[in-house]
């Protein structure tokens, strides 16, 4: 069993930063696969990003590479968004989520989800 909570939210102008944390209970943390997802007003949850849990292997959605960073702590227990250059159409509810798989980047491929984090990019 894995908990999950999100924190890091906000509003921001376009163009900033925000950096969102996700921090997991559970002493296997290091053994799930993260990823992080979101869901805007009227949209269905769409996948951001994912790190394996060996050798930090990662993979972006195409809107967000160059501009988004996962990374992960499994001391810490912990895993990150780093988002720059925001966008309007980056503003949506973040979750985040653990996989037992190796790899994923299907919402259906998550076992345990976080309860979201609001991210709001004014223009």
């Known amino acids: 069993q894995v908990q999950l909570v999100e924190s890091g939210g906000g509003l921001v102008q376009a163009g900033g930063s925000l950096r969102l944390s996700c921090a997991a209970s559970g002493r296997t943390f290091s053994r799930y696969t993260m990823g992080w997802f979101r869901q805007a007003p009227g949209k269905e949850r769409e996948f951001v990003a994912t790190?394996?849990?060996?050798?930090?292997?990662?993979g972006y959605a195409e809107s967000v590479k160059g501009r988004f960073t996962i990374s992960r702590d499994n001391a810490a227990n912990t895993v990150y968004l780093q988002m720059n250059s925001l966008k309007p159409e980056d503003t949506a509810v973040y979750y985040c989520?653990?996989?037992?798989?190796?790899?994923?980047?299907?919402?259906?491929?998550?076992?345990?989800w976080g309860q979201g984090t609001q991210v709001t990019v004014s223009s």
């Open positions: 989520a653990a996989s037992s798989k190796l790899w994923a980047k299907e919402e259906t491929e998550y076992n345990y």
């Open positions: 790190i394996a849990w060996s050798a930090g292997i990662t």
